[in-house]
């Protein structure tokens, strides 16, 4: 049996892809099953509508199934799945206003959806991208959502940031100056948090690596 | 060599009676003629039927043991064993241990891609019957992600491979009780309006993992 041969049969024999490419990314298909039936025709005109506006459907994909899993009510379903567009469109607006000119990657605007979800602010995540419009923006947004997640002050807690990417922390890097913060706020002694930014400021980018 | 007496070789030769010889020569007749006699005997049986003879004689062993006390005696009893080696094949095997000590053999437990890291979930649930993970990464399907408590002391655990990256997720605890990681560190409100968190897991790439 030739080489060319296997190749056929391993293309042809492979399992079916998980996402049945439609409209929408095939995101109902997917939810065939999975989410009431009456919530299917709404979620698949908010689905059909972020794929027009060429917004990443897979948020709204997984927002809809996991409604589905905890067996949330077919009205509450659809609300959840309207507001992950809303957030969505503010996070593709945000993203071409801090990086005009460019078509926004799927991946930034998911990104940017996820901290307006954990509360960040336009503003913080407009400068936060501003600073590496090129690099994935997750991690920067959730070091400085950890940081007003642990009540220090939104605008401190991005100059911090900031100042760390400048002193060449990149990535997932970035997480550790969050724990480094949390951990001088938590030490024994009392530090404020304003305080406890200016330790780790002075370190950087010697902040020890820790857990995401 | 000196010549025999001709009186002790007519006594030899049953001409003389011996009880004529002198004293001396009566003691050499007496050691001929034992050497002669001792000659003149055959032996019952040869050496080697005598030696295979007492071999049969030793009485088996008894075996009052059970089979598995006989098979360890068996295997810690010392044997010859005979290897013959072709130098190729002990140089191949050679290279082949040193490959597999150079490249370090997997310590076993779930690897990582380079764009994946794992993830490990940990949560007490004293008395539950089962504690399963359900969320992003697996598209929020039940059944595929459980954990285990085997020591029975209520903290169950689990450990995966996942994407880097953000991942949402809940426990769900028998069956039907959903339950948001009380050690994940971050949330995130679910947006379905009754104010419940998922929790929020940042999977490290395995190349980026401390």
Do not use: C
Not at chain 2, 198 to 209: G, K
Request: aromatic content about 4%; overall charge neutral; charged content about 20%.
């Amino acid at each position: 049996m030739s080489w060319k041969l296997v190749l056929a049969l391993a293309l042809v024999a492979r399992p079916a892809p998980l996402i049945a490419q439609n409209g929408n990314g095939g995101g109902t298909t997917r939810l065939n099953g999975r989410v009431p039936a009456a919530a299917l025709p709404a979620i698949d005109s908010i689905l059909a509508a972020a794929a027009a506006e060429s917004l990443p459907t897979e948020p709204l994909v997984q927002k809809a199934l996991e409604g589905g899993a905890k067996n949330i009510p077919a009205d509450r379903l659809v609300n959840g799945v309207r507001r992950g567009l809303l957030q969505l469109r503010q996070a593709r607006a945000i993203v071409s206003h801090a990086v005009p000119g460019q078509s926004p990657p799927e991946g930034h605007v998911a990104a940017v959806a996820a901290a307006l979800a954990r509360g960040l602010s336009g503003p913080i995540v407009e400068r936060l991208i501003t600073v590496a419009p090129d690099e994935p923006p997750g991690p920067a947004l959730h070091a400085a959502a950890d940081l007003v997640a642990h009540h220090f002050d939104p605008d401190s807690a991005a100059d911090l940031l900031v100042e760390a990417h400048n002193k060449g922390l990149r990535g997932v890097r970035l997480l550790d100056v969050a724990v480094a913060a949390d951990h001088e706020l938590q030490r024994p002694g009392g530090r404020t948090p304003s305080e406890a930014l200016a330790h780790v400021r002075a370190m950087l980018p010697n902040v020890r690596p820790g857990r995401p | 060599m000196s010549p025999i007496d001709p009186r002790l070789q007519e006594a030899l030769d049953l001409e003389r009676d011996p009880g004529d010889l002198p004293v001396d020569l009566r003691e050499a007749y007496a050691r001929f003629n034992a050497a002669t006699q001792m000659l003149k005997a055959t032996p019952p049986v040869s050496v080697a039927a005598r030696v295979m003879a007492e071999i049969r004689q030793i009485p088996p062993p008894v075996h009052s043991e059970g089979p598995a006390r006989r098979l360890i005696h068996w295997l810690g009893r010392p044997r010859a064993v005979t290897v013959r080696l072709r130098p190729v094949w002990t140089l191949a095997l050679a290279a082949g241990l040193a490959a597999v000590l150079v490249l370090q053999w997997p310590s076993g437990g779930p690897t990582p891609g380079v764009a994946q890291g794992i993830a490990n979930f940990v949560g007490q649930f004293p008395g539950a019957r089962s504690v399963e993970v359900v969320g992003s990464f697996n598209d929020w399907s039940r059944g595929t992600l459980h954990l285990n408590d085997d020591d029975g002391d209520g903290i169950w655990h689990a450990k995966a491979v996942l994407p880097a990256g953000q991942h949402e997720y809940m426990f769900v605890v028998d069956g039907e009780r959903w339950v948001p990681d009380p050690l994940a560190g971050r949330y995130v409100d679910d947006g379905f309006g009754a104010g419940q968190q998922n929790s929020l897991l940042i999977v490290r790439p395995v190349s980026a993992q401390p």
